[in-house]
């Protein structure tokens, strides 16, 4: 019954900036945390940033994102966003968000411990 539905990715230049959304069904604070992951080609899916459900408190930011990337949440929209600033070539991936739902689980879970996905969003930074 979890759905996560992304939005907000697209074509930027280096230097620009995306602010992704992902729109959560179901009780949105009854969430435990929701993260962002993004996996390019021939790399393995990363995790990105992390938000606890419970307090809004941004818990991790993947060091390639640290300081230009902010994770919040909006609770009438029951929406999570991911700002990103200053984007890098590098930074071209499928942005996925995830929710962490079973009792117990945190900002500090294991990315299997994720039980539902988003399809994703294709973010792509070239001149």
């Known amino acids: 019954q979890v759905q996560l539905v992304e939005s907000g990715g697209g074509l930027v230049q280096p230097g620009g900036s995306l602010r992704l959304s992902c729109a959560a069904s179901?009780?949105?604070?009854?969430?435990?945390?929701i993260g962002w992951f993004r996996q390019a080609p021939w790399k393995e899916r990363e995790g990105v940033a992390c938000i606890s459900m419970s307090d809004g408190s941004a818990y991790y930011y993947a060091d390639s994102v640290k300081g230009r990337s902010t994770i919040s949440r909006d609770i009438a929209k029951n929406t999570v966003y991911l700002q990103m600033n200053s984007l890098k070539p590098e930074d071209t991936a499928v942005y996925s968000c995830?929710?962490?739902?079973?009792?117990?689980?945190?900002?500090?879970?294991?990315?299997?411990?994720?039980?539902?996905w988003g399809q994703g969003t294709q973010v792509t930074v070239s001149s």
């Open positions: 995830a929710a962490l739902v079973r009792e117990g689980t945190s900002c500090r879970s294991k990315i299997y411990e994720y039980e539902y």
């Open positions: 179901g009780f949105f604070l009854d969430y435990y945390a």
